[in-house]
């Protein structure tokens, strides 16, 4: 995806995640900003399903060939699935971060949480 | 450092214009990649590719005793270097501590030009300064008046030739010719494992340059892909490999100390040559996911001191300073890749070759 796509269906973390809320479950994943900022994602090291998430902290790594980057869950739950075809693929981040590129699927523990995430016009003008 | 004080190439719009990311880098504002790491590795692997290297600094040292002086404050045999030719050094202190690794060109018989890493600039040229006065020698800071252009792939000296008003110097030689226009030294250099060619030109002449060796067909490499592509053939880079704590023994360098020729820090250098050093900087490959990393601990004694996804390979690589006992191919390693144990084996250097694919 070369340009930058922010879709308004999604809320936002300001360490550039996204999730995707369904009921009592959410999809995470990284931003448009994100991927391009790491560049080429060569690896993804996923958490096990079944571990608990913390809303602002890290649960798992992306590596580009430069650089490895914490993964901050936007909200608290624990991990019912992760996004198998990554560990052969990690390049889908890059190329669909919002389709194929998502990262995990979580079922919330504090939907409230929810309110404390952006809309997409918040987290494109935190982008400036 | 402050952005507004980064300093820029004379290329600064031609990276803008290729859609080069610039990034912060020893002091100057240099691009990391353009269209992605992985895609300008290859084109160095089996094309072309084209850096902007003109933070690397330049000191000239010319007059009658130019050779003695660097035969005592370069560790290769300085005397062995034939007018046009080239040579690698270390520069190290009295205690044998590395200061930097260079290139030194032998451009007429009592002249010289050293190629510095940006980061050592300021410092080499103190410490040449600060011995010269032992020699009949002038050291001068040429480093405004260079840009620097790799050019590196198996493509690179066919479309440099096509360019260029005669033959392009043998590897490990320099000559001054006419590229696209603009007269510059054309050394037969590079720090990619590939052949190639390194062009020292005036910043003014840059740009033409280089839109000539795109029109040609080079692609534009960041210095992402610099790192990956030496990082494969296991060239150390100062800063991540090389460092004044430690000595060229420990990091593998012993090749180009001559301790005969009685540089400064010979001594030391030879102690450690006859003892054995206590650790030696080995190249590995990690046995599975994951990618070690600078400063990650080896179990056991040790630390990984450049790491990165091998483009070439399919997996991590890497180098790290362990125990001597530990040195040797196939030996297995066990590194901490941030609280988690990844095991990974030593093999010899390079870690690419043109036969491993």
Request: proline fraction near 7%; charged fraction near 20%.
């Amino acid at each position: 995806m070369a340009e930058p796509t922010y879709p308004d269906h999604l809320r936002y973390h300001p360490e550039h995640d996204w999730a995707l809320v369904e009921g009592d479950q959410a999809t995470f994943g990284i931003t448009w900003f994100a991927q391009d900022a790491l560049g080429e994602v060569v690896f993804f090291d996923p958490p096990a399903a079944g571990t608990t998430v913390t809303k602002d902290q890290p649960y798992a790594e992306v590596e580009s060939v430069k650089a490895v980057s914490d993964v901050i869950a936007p909200l608290s739950g624990e991990i019912v699935e992760v996004n198998a075809a990554l560990a052969d693929a990690p390049d889908r981040i890059n190329d669909d971060p919002y389709g194929a590129g998502w990262l995990v699927k979580v079922r919330l523990t504090n939907p409230a949480e929810l309110d404390a995430l952006l809309d997409v016009e918040a987290y494109k003008s935190l982008l400036g | 450092m402050a952005p507004e004080t980064l300093l820029r190439t004379p290329l600064h719009d031609r990276h803008a214009a290729a859609g080069g990311k610039l990034v912060p880098f020893a002091g100057w504002e240099m691009p990391v990649q353009y269209e992605g790491i992985r895609e300008e590795h290859v084109a160095v692997r089996t094309g072309v590719g084209v850096f902007d290297v003109s933070h690397m600094g330049e000191i000239e040292v010319r007059g009658p005793q130019a050779q003695e002086f660097l035969q005592r404050t370069l560790s290769n045999d300085v005397a062995r270097m034939p007018v046009g030719g080239a040579q690698y050094s270390v520069l190290c202190r009295d205690d044998g501590g590395v200061l930097d690794d260079l290139f030194a060109y032998r451009l007429a018989d009592r002249h010289h030009l050293i190629v510095t890493n940006a980061s050592n600039h300021g410092k080499d040229l103190a410490w040449l300064q600060a011995h010269a006065p032992d020699f009949d020698v002038d050291v001068v800071d040429r480093a405004p008046d260079f840009a620097m252009l790799a050019v590196q792939g198996p493509r690179a000296r066919a479309l440099v030739g096509a360019l260029a008003d005669g033959a392009l110097p043998p590897r490990f030689h320099v000559c001054q010719r006419v590229v696209a226009g603009v007269p510059l030294l054309v050394c037969g250099t590079g720090y990619t494992g590939e052949d190639g060619v390194e062009l020292l030109v005036a910043p003014d002449g840059a740009a033409q340059v280089w839109d000539a060796l795109l029109a040609a067909g080079a692609t534009p490499c960041g210095l992402g892909a610099r790192d990956t592509l030496r990082l494969e053939v296991c060239y150390p880079l100062y800063g991540n490999d090389l460092m004044e704590e430690r000595g060229p023994i420990e990091a593998g360098l012993g090749w180009c100390c001559k301790e005969a020729t009685g540089f400064i820090g010979a001594d030391a250098v030879r102690a450690v040559r006859e003892a054995g050093p206590a650790e030696r900087l080995v190249a590995f490959a990690i046995d599975g996911p994951g990618i070690a990393r600078q400063g990650n601990p080896v179990v056991g004694g040790g630390e990984v001191t450049s790491g990165t996804l091998s483009p070439c390979l399919g997996v991590g690589i890497g180098m790290a300073y362990v125990p001597a006992d530990c040195a040797a191919p196939d030996t297995r390693l066990e590194i901490d890749v941030r609280g988690r144990v990844r095991a990974a084996i030593v093999k010899p250097k390079p870690l690419y070759t043109k036969e491993t694919t």
